[in-house]
Structures are given as C-alpha cells and as structure tokens.
C-alpha cells in the first residue's frame, strides 16, 4: 500500500534554480521524512519533520508540513546537477514507513 | 556492520523455483523492514519486524511471501513457487526502533524471474 503521493511526477530544471516537490498523504501521522534515491537501489534519509513541526531547514533543504491539509514540501536551493535523483515522502503512523511514489528530479547544467 | 547489508545483490531464477533473500541490519537497530519496489514506483511495504516478531505483515501480497528474524538481528525473506510479477527490487531497511528515526536502507536485491 502506499500512502504518499508525490507531485509533480517528473521535474526538470537548470542548476542554481530551486526544486519544490510536494507529497500528499491520507491518514493521520507521528511524522513525515523525505528519502532521496539514485539508480533505483538504496534510499538515503534527508529529513525528518515531526507531527507537531511546521516548518524544518538542513543546509539547502527546507521542508514544511501542513498537518490540516495532510501536506508536505520539500525545497531544494541553487540545486546542483548532483541532486539529480528521485525524491520519496515516507508516512510513519506508528508502524511501518509507508513511502509514495516518488518525484524524478533532473538538474541540468 | 556499518550500514545494512542486502545478499545477493542480483538473483535471476526460472519461475517456480524458491528464493531466499538476506538482509543484515545496523547492529543494535530493533526494527527491521522489507520493501519492495518496482520501475518507476516507490519503495511498496512488505513487513516490519520489531525485535523477532513480525509486528506489522500486511503488506505480504499472498503466502508465498514469508519472512523470519529469529535472532532478533538477521532476516530472510522467502519466495516460494515464484512468478515472473515476483520481479522487482527488494529493499531492505533497519531503524534503532521506538520512536521517530531515520531508516537505513541497504543497496537491495535485484531479483529476476525467467
């Protein structure tokens, strides 16, 4: 089952712009992180945001969540042709991690 | 070990035939989880393990799929009778457990039905 539900799909822009992905989810949460994953194999955790967080920074990462709205962003800063990669939400109710489908993230130099 | 440890890294088998599927988690880390994933599609929750008990199976697709943990530490994912759908990413990841904390992730087994 999957509960997230990244949008766009697909992004493509120039390196230095800034990349803004949003996750949807159903149920009600203890938090929300956001996994990055290259080649199709191993995810790599970005960041964390508690329940009863709005808003969390690390480096040029910025991630918010809107508990009412059952929402979440991520923002990438003067991205880089190395944030190349396919960005995940993952919904943790208690139990298991459940992730979305994920957006495909292209930076160009 | 260092970080979480999925063997093989690839395994091609003809359908029919049982597969095993090891996952060798962050020592100490209580949680344990197997995912798996298909082209294009996020990481699909199989089963979670909190200690040697299977505390979370709901994502098990039918009852050729079985997992064990019996040490607490290691974990096998089993196929039976597999089928050529079986063919995906297998992804394993362990968490220190009891409250909210990164998972890690092993790189995953990329398995093939022939």
């Known amino acids: 089952s999957q509960q997230g539900e990244e949008d766009p799909q697909a992004l493509s822009i120039q390196e230095g712009e800034n990349a803004t992905m949003n996750c949807s989810y159903k149920t009600s949460i203890n938090n929300l992180q956001w996994y990055r994953q290259n080649s199709g194999r191993g995810l790599v955790h970005l960041i964390l945001i508690r329940s009863n967080e709005r808003e969390k920074h690390s480096g040029r990462l910025r991630v918010t969540l809107d508990t009412s709205k059952k929402s979440s962003s991520l923002l990438i800063t003067a991205s880089r042709a190395a944030d190349t990669a396919s960005y995940f939400c993952?919904?943790?109710?208690?139990?298991?991690?459940?992730f979305g489908k994920g957006t495909t993230l292209s930076v160009s130099s | 070990g260092a970080g979480v440890s999925q063997t093989p890294s690839n395994k091609v088998t003809e359908k029919g035939k049982y597969v095993e599927l090891r996952c060798d988690p962050i020592s100490g880390h209580t949680a344990l989880y197997w995912y798996r994933q298909s082209l294009g599609q996020g990481p699909e929750f199989l089963i979670y393990f909190q200690g040697t008990g299977a505390a979370d199976d709901s994502g098990l697709p039918n009852d050729r799929f079985f997992a064990v943990r019996p040490e607490g530490s290691v974990s096998t994912l089993k196929i039976q009778r597999t089928e050529r759908g079986d063919s995906a990413v297998y992804l394993c990841?362990?968490?220190?457990?009891?409250?909210?904390?990164?998972?890690?992730f092993g790189q995953g087994t990329r398995l093939t039905v022939v």
């Open positions: 993952a919904t943790d109710a208690g139990t298991a991690l459940i």
């Open positions: 990841a362990s968490t220190k457990g009891g409250g909210a904390t990164e998972a890690f």
